[in-house]
């Protein structure tokens, strides 16, 4: 089965870094997706990481370990808007398309 | 239209009621999805189509959960005989393909069993 395991809350300051981890009890799946969500409004998605490395999409950037059963999303140079929870979600090894999602971390983003 | 549109936004029901939620996803995307998520949850998946058939529907809690998407586009959950247990926020999602590059979700039915 998946497991996909988030810190529970982050706080930072605005125009700090931080990052988010996601740690993964998987037999396999075929990459790691980042969601962001805004209180009360829909999940959007952020980035993709098919393959092992550092993805970069202008101030967010998410990175993939399979080695080391890992990922992470880097957002740079906060904004009190990146306030939000963020879910990181694979697609188990199997014929299906559904996404299994990580338990959230609830960013907060102080001026 | 530009969005995945669901309807209602809000659903407050009494317990043992049967419920419907709506779901009009963007044009010409094949896949819908519809998640559940309670409160300070992640995303947990139900059922999916592509096209009008369910491909997976391992997600279905039990028997009282069902969905149908008879024309390929607009797609309708429906709940039996619902439980306080029930109460969530129901999301659905459309894609063009593979679920990796990213689903585009509506803003979800609310659902509260009283």
């Known amino acids: 089965g998946q497991s996909l395991e988030q810190p529970s809350e982050v706080t930072a300051v605005e125009g700090a870094i931080v990052q988010i981890n996601c740690t993964y009890q998987t037999s396999g799946f075929y990459g790691l997706s980042w969601y962001q969500q805004h209180d009360g409004g829909a999940p959007t998605f952020l980035s993709y990481?098919?393959?092992?490395g550092l993805e970069e999409t202008g101030r967010f950037s998410s990175f993939l370990s399979r080695s080391d059963s890992y990922g992470y999303l880097l957002l740079q140079e906060l904004q009190m808007k990146d306030s939000a929870s963020y879910f990181c979600?694979?697609?188990?090894?199997?014929?299906?398309?559904?996404?299994?999602f990580g338990t959230g971390t609830r960013l907060q983003v102080f001026p | 239209g530009a969005g995945v549109s669901q309807t209602p936004s809000n659903k407050v029901t009494e317990k043992g009621k049967y419920v419907e939620l709506r779901c009009d996803p963007i044009s010409g995307h094949t896949a819908l999805y519809w998640y559940r998520q309670s409160l300070g949850q992640g995303p947990e998946f139900l059922i999916y189509f592509q096209g009008t058939g369910a491909a997976d529907d391992s997600g279905l809690p039990n028997d009282r959960f069902f969905a149908v998407r008879p024309e390929g586009s607009v797609s309708t959950l429906k709940i039996q005989r619902t439980e306080r247990g029930d109460s969530a926020v129901y999301l659905c999602?459309?894609?063009?393909?593979?679920?990796?590059?990213?689903?585009?979700f509506g803003s979800g039915t609310r659902l509260t069993v009283v």
């Open positions: 999602a459309s894609s063009p393909g593979a679920a990796d590059y990213g689903y585009t």
């Open positions: 979600a694979v697609r188990p090894p199997s014929n299906t398309d559904k996404l299994i």
């Open positions: 990481n098919a393959l092992d």
